[in-house]
C-alpha cells in the first residue's frame, strides 16, 4: 500500500533527515552560564539539550504514515531514521531510543545515529547504556568528536566521575581542538584539573 504524505509534511520530514548531521552538533547547550556561576558546564547540563515542543497534528500525521511505512516494512532503515529524529526533536526518548536500535540493528557503523541513541538513552535514565553506546561510537570512529563529547558530559554530570570526563574530553579536543565549543571545553577541564588538584592537597 501507497502512503502519501501532505506536501508540507513531507517537506518536515525530508528537512529533519537532511538536518541530521547538524542535529548531533547542535545539542549543545548555548554557552551561557546560570547567574551566579557563569561558564559551568556542570550546570549548563543539568537538562538535557533537547526541544520541549509538543508535536502538532500535522506532525502526528506524518509520525503515522512513518509508523505504517515500518510496519509494513520492517527493514525500511530510512523510516527508522525519520522518526527517530522526529522523537529526538521532540524529547520523545522511549520512542527515539526503540526506533534508533532499529536503524542500528540494520547499519551499526553510524556514529552519529550512535550517539543520539547514547542522549536518548540518558533521557530514560539508563546512564550506563548511554555511556556504552557514545564509547562504541568513540571507539570506532576516531575523528568522531560529538561521541567524545557528550560522553564527557555523562561521566561529569551523572556518574560523578570527573576523571573520566577529563579523559573523554581531552580525547574530544584531540579531534576537534578549534572554535566556541573547544573552547569552552578546554577551560572546563582546567577548572576540574584545579578542582581535583585541591581535593588532592585537603
Known sequence: MVIFVKKEIALLVIGIAFAFGFLT?????????????EGSMTDLMTQLPVGKEPISIELMESIED????????PKNITAWLKLANIYFLHSRYRE????????????????????NMGIMLRGVGDVDGAIEELRKAAQNHPNHANSRFHLGVVLLKDKK???????AWEEYLRVESRGERANWVRDEIERLKHEVAGHGQS
Open 96 to 115: 527515539a531510543v526503540e526506533a534508533y536500535r532499529r536503524y542500528l540493528s540494520a547499519n551499526p557503523e553510524n556514529p552519529d545515529v550512535r550517539t
Open 25 to 37: 552538533g547542535s545539542v549543545v547547550p548555548t554557552l551561557k552560564g546560570t547567574k551566579g556561576n
Open 66 to 73: 512513518l509508523k505504517e511505512l515500518v510496519r509494513e516494512d
Open 161 to 167: 566521575d570527573v576523571k573520566g570526563a577529563i579523559n
